[in-house]
């Protein structure tokens, strides 16, 4: 167990609807990221949240958005759900920043479906 | 863009044998971090490497990181049942960057 939690386990939707997936980090860290796991993409990194504040971007896109809120559990919502959006999203947490010697602790993951 | 490229994708030994993925950056990374993630599971880091040159083993894994920082092997030494899984290695590009950016992954199977 990696004390980094997600909710829901598995989201079942249909497309065009908005989902909103949760994550709360390990105790003490102050940096979540949010990464897409698909079958032909691999580990896709979307973004990173560092004390509440957008650390950094990656091949997110413009229907989803994430935010860190005080307590720094993370939200991240899906809007206009396409059958490609179907994919496990994990959540990673680290004490610090990010970058070298910082250490990324994954959740288990919650699995959508688009139908 | 900036890729970390990684082979094989799939790899099949024996019990006993050894396995090697080696991991290939097209920028120079500022250091370099190997996971392990089980069927069904979630990436667990194995460890990160940060010099030139490196060489750091886990029991029968053994780490190395390329003189230039653009390449990455993990070796695993008598493949065992337990090795089983997908290996992805992951890289920041310079010493302030934050974003992992993570290879395909190779994915291990073991027969006994």
């Known amino acids: 167990d990696s004390g980094v939690t997600q909710t829901p386990k598995h989201l079942i939707t249909a497309t065009g609807q908005r989902v909103t997936l949760r994550c709360s980090p390990r105790?003490?860290?102050?940096?979540v990221y949010w990464y897409q796991q698909s079958l032909d993409q691999g580990l896709q990194f979307l973004i990173q949240?560092?004390?509440?504040?957008?650390?950094a971007k990656g091949n997110i896109l413009e229907r989803f958005s994430a935010q860190q809120f005080p307590d720094l559990h993370s939200e991240l919502n899906l809007s206009s759900l396409e059958l490609g959006d179907s994919a496990l999203y994990f959540c990673?947490?680290?004490?610090?920043?990010?970058?070298?010697?910082?250490?990324?602790?994954f959740g288990p993951g919650t699995r959508l479906t688009v139908l | 863009g900036q890729q970390v490229m990684q082979i094989p994708q799939y790899q099949h030994v024996q019990e006993g044998e050894d396995f090697t993925t080696y991991c290939n950056s097209s920028?120079?990374?500022?250091?370099i971090q190997w996971y392990k993630q089980r069927p069904g599971g979630h990436p667990v880091f194995l460890i990160q490497?940060?010099?030139?040159?490196e060489v750091k083993k886990q029991k029968r894994l053994t780490f190395q990181f390329g003189e230039a920082k653009k390449n990455s092997s993990l070796h695993i030494t008598a493949t065992q049942t337990t090795d089983v899984g997908t290996y992805f290695c992951?890289?920041?590009?310079?010493?302030?960057?934050?974003?992992?950016?993570f290879g395909k992954g190779t994915t291990l199977s073991v027969s006994s």
């Open positions: 990673a947490s680290s004490k610090q920043i990010g970058g070298m010697a910082d250490t990324q602790y």
């Open positions: 105790s003490g860290d102050l940096s």
């Open positions: 949240y560092y004390n509440g504040e957008e650390r």
């Open positions: 920028t120079t990374l500022s250091n």
């Open positions: 490497l940060v010099k030139s040159g």
């Open positions: 992951a890289g920041t590009i310079n010493q302030a960057g934050t974003a992992l950016i």
